[in-house]
């Protein structure tokens, strides 16, 4: 990752948009996500877990829809 210093830009600035795009390309998650080991099963649980989130989340915006 990296940012060019445009002409005339401050620091302040160029910190900025270094910033937008670590966060657009999601390295700071996936950092967090290899900092430690999970074994298989954890991240199989972890996965399922997520799954369930999603298929609730989507059932409360279908119902918000309906009315």
Known sequence: ???ELRP??????LLKRF???VVKDRILST?????????????R??????AIRKA???VRVMKSRQR
Not at 8 to 13: A, C, L, N
Not at 31 to 43: A, G, I, P, Q, T
């Open 19 to 21: 910033r937008k795009e």
């Open 8 to 13: 005339g830009e401050t620091q302040e600035s």
């Open 31 to 43: 950092y967090r996500k290899k900092r430690w080991f999970v074994s298989k099963s954890e991240d």
């Open 1 to 3: 990752m990296s940012v």
């Open 56 to 58: 609730q989340r989507k």
């Open 45 to 50: 649980r972890l996965a399922k877990q997520r």
